[in-house]
Antibody
């Protein structure tokens, strides 16, 4: 059974860093793209980051480029999203999802940026 | 950047009615399109991938179609369990979501 489990969320102050993890199981993690997608409370879905199967290429929208870094450790079947210089507008539920056209999503982890 | 214009923003329909949601891509995205259903407090669930292929376990009353750069999701006979918010997603170049369609039962 394909599973993606996010962790690492919480309440942080503006300007702080936070690192999210996405633990994968039930499929060959090293052969799959990994995406991070977020959803602000009551809002729609927003793409945050993508990484190719071997981790050699990463992609970001302008809204997070230079602040967020996506990575994956294929030996540990785990993906990561390092978020730096967090802003209030980064407050959202963060999901990881596999494949270039995402099929399976995790249950999400909440990140709240507030003083 | 590719834009996805989704309509309508909200939709109220009767049980057993046919429902159609559309997404217009700002440029050619081929078949790099998916549709998702999201229920309150849950993560999105894949319904359609490759514009027209039904995801595993999804009822056959859901279908996807494409006409040029316009993509449609059709629910042939609306059921109570179909209420939720529906999103399209293009993955041809980066990822862009439609703004969502909130589906309610009339």
């Amino acid at each position: 059974e394909v599973q993606l489990v996010e962790s690492g969320g919480g309440l942080v102050q503006p300007g702080s860093p936070l690192k999210l993890s996405c633990a994968a199981s039930g499929f060959t993690f090293s052969s799959n793209w990994l995406n991070w997608i977020r959803q602000a409370p009551g809002k729609g879905l927003e793409w945050v980051a993508s990484i190719n199967p071997d981790g050699s290429s990463t992609y970001y929208p302008d809204t997070v480029k230079g602040r967020f870094v996506v990575s994956k450790d294929n030996a540990k079947n785990t993906g990561y999203l390092q978020m730096n210089n967090l802003r209030s507008e980064d407050t959202a539920m963060y999901y990881c999802a596999r494949r270039q056209l995402p099929d399976y999503w995790g249950q999400g982890v909440m990140v709240t940026v507030s003083s | 950047d590719i834009q996805m214009t989704q309509s309508p923003a909200s939709l109220s329909a009767s049980l057993e009615e046919i429902v159609t949601i559309t997404c217009q891509a700002s440029q050619d995205i081929g078949n790099w399109l998916a549709w998702y259903q999201q229920k309150p407090g849950k993560s999105p669930q894949l319904l359609i991938y490759g514009a027209t292929s039904l995801a595993d376990g999804v009822p056959s009353r859901f279908s996807g179609s494409r006409s040029g750069t316009q993509y449609s999701l059709k629910i042939s006979r609306l059921q109570v369990e179909d209420i939720g918010i529906y999103y399209c997603l293009q993955a041809y170049s980066a990822l862009t979501f439609g703004s969502g369609t909130k589906l309610e039962i009339k």
